[in-house]
């Protein structure tokens, strides 16, 4: 029987990410640097990303994430127009 071990790699990596909280002991940068190395390696595009992230926040981050996240839409939507 075959079995399809990136897959599996993945799953394994997917299942194995710490959710993002507040907590001070928690650094921002490598936990993104972490999420964009597995998206990438799994080919998640920019958009999907923005759908995936979230599953892997705390509720206190969630809130503000989906309190912000049209912000932040808007501030890339400008700055790509004057690139």
């Known amino acids: ?3 399809n ?3 599996k790699v993945s799953q394994k990596c997917i299942e194995s990410i710490e959710k993002f909280t507040e907590d001070d002991e928690q650094d921002l940068v490598i ?3 972490t999420m964009d190395e597995l998206f990438d390696e799994m080919k998640v595009t920019d958009s999907d990303r923005h759908r995936l992230l979230p599953l892997y926040f705390d509720e206190n981050v969630k809130k503000w994430y989906g309190s912000s996240i049209e912000d932040l839409n808007k501030t890339v939507e400008s700055s790509t127009r004057f690139s």
């Open 5 to 7: 071990l990136p897959t």
């Open 31 to 33: 936990w993104l640097q």
């Open 1 to 3: 029987m075959a079995t």
